[in-house]
């Protein structure tokens, strides 16, 4: 049976027609060398060389045989190369969910990275809500989620990747827009818009808890499931929110972000993936993502 070295030995040979040449070039000395190409012609059945003692040129079974070859031992290098960059996380398919408010600062720059690093990889993109990333990453819809926490499950490893604390969206016509902080006291009686609790428990929850530890239940007014859609509504005069900091990036001239004095909500994003989930792609994304 052919071996891969005896195919470098004869392209060596076939590229210098040179014995001696050819076994300097492979590291070789010459006997050996011969040795092995006689054995090759003996199981092709074939001459490859025809040699004199001033020189050594290609029969024409050894010129066809070269260009095969040649084909053959690139297209083992370009395996070769593709194993690799599989075993390092860089070629195949992944699909990441996210929440939309990590568009705003996080996310971006991470996935402009991660197609830098590894442009091979066909990378998917979904926008879902917490619940929905948990339950895809449960049935293997996706491979990663970017998520809110807190979320946990005995299936799922969940990683805190950044904290961010609330601050109060007001419409600019509010008398508290023009002040430089605002208590949580202050919101007595003004009409939330808030994330549906469905949608975001944790920063749901927070706000309730803060708004009765300032001594008064929460008027909510409406519940959405979207940031940009609770931003539009207090711009356009529904109430006020309570969103974190990074929303300031939602340009809205007819609102004001301003901080809360005080005790404040602080929301988690996290990035969870699934325990069994030992591929390389999704590996190299959490290295990626969490330097």
């Known amino acids: 049976m ?3 070295r005896q195919l470098e030995y004869f392209v060596a040979v076939a590229e210098e027609l040179h014995f001696g040449r050819a076994a300097k070039r492979l590291g070789l000395t010459q006997p050996p060398l011969s040795q092995q190409i006689r054995q090759l012609e003996g199981e092709l059945g074939v001459r490859l ?7 050594v040129r290609l029969t024409d079974a050894g010129m066809a045989y070269l260009q095969e070859v040649r084909q053959v031992l690139a297209r083992l290098q370009a395996a070769t190369e593709t194993a690799r960059r ?3 996380g860089a ?3 992944l699909v990441v969910g996210f929440v939309g408010s990590a568009t705003y600062d996080w996310l971006p720059p991470v996935i402009r990275r991660y197609q830098e690093l590894c442009p091979s990889v066909e990378l998917i993109l979904r926008e879902m809500p917490t619940p929905a990333q948990m339950e895809a990453l449960l049935t293997g819809a996706i491979d990663v989620g970017v998520l809110r926490t807190p979320a946990a499950h005995p299936d799922l490893h969940v990683c805190s990747i950044r904290r961010d604390e609330c601050v109060v969206v007001l419409p600019v016509g509010s ?3 023009a002040k430089s902080g605002v208590h949580m006291e202050d919101l007595q009686g003004e009409p939330l818009v808030l994330v549906a609790r469905s949608i975001w428990p944790g920063l749901y929850d927070s706000v309730v808890t803060l708004c009765r530890a300032a001594g008064f239940g929460p008027t909510i007014r ?5 940031v940009q859609t609770a931003v539009g509504l207090v711009a356009a005069g529904m109430g006020v929110s309570i969103l974190p900091k990074a929303t300031q990036n939602v340009h809205a001239r007819e609102v004001r972000y301003v901080p809360i004095e005080g005790p404040a909500p602080v929301v988690e994003l996290g990035i969870a993936w699934r325990r069994d989930d030992d591929s390389s792609v999704v590996q190299r ?4 993502a969490q330097d």
Do not use: P
């Not at 060389?49 to 020189?55: E, G, I, P, V, Y």
């Not at 409406?222 to 979207?226: K, M």
């Open 285 to 288: 994304f959490l290295q990626i």
């Open 49 to 55: 060389f025809d040699r004199t003692n001033r020189k």
């Open 222 to 226: 409406l519940e959405v499931t979207e």
């Open 91 to 93: 070629v195949g398919k």
């Open 175 to 177: 008398a508290l827009a």
């Open 2 to 4: 052919t071996e891969l």
């Open 86 to 88: 599989a075993a390092s």
